[in-house]
């Protein structure tokens, strides 16, 4: 299942995004992504239309960001990300 809230923190700020409005969004891009590696492949065997293949694969990596926490402390500078 995907997550449905991105919790990003910058420093003290707080800022939640609707990662499942987003995710639904870019699923179509994502479908298109792999359908245009397919047809390109079958013309041309370029680097970039052979990485057009893995999108579903992006795809299920993306929904099973659920659960997922991310804390990044550089010089005094705190940024996390948590998928809820």
């Known amino acids: ?45 370029r680097w970039i239309f052979r990485a057009l293949l893995q999108a579903p694969r992006a795809l299920y990596v993306i929904t099973t960001l659920s659960g997922m926490r991310c804390d990044i402390t550089s010089s005094g500078r705190r940024f996390a990300a948590a998928w809820i």
Do not use: E
Not at 14 to 24: A, G, R, Y
Not at 25 to 34: D, K, M, Q, R, T
């Open 1 to 45: 299942m995907p997550a449905f809230v991105l919790v990003l923190r910058f420093g003290g700020w707080i800022v939640p995004l609707p990662w499942f409005l987003l995710w639904l969004v870019l699923l179509p891009f994502g479908i298109l992504a792999w359908l245009t590696g397919v047809v390109a492949s079958l013309f041309t065997d």
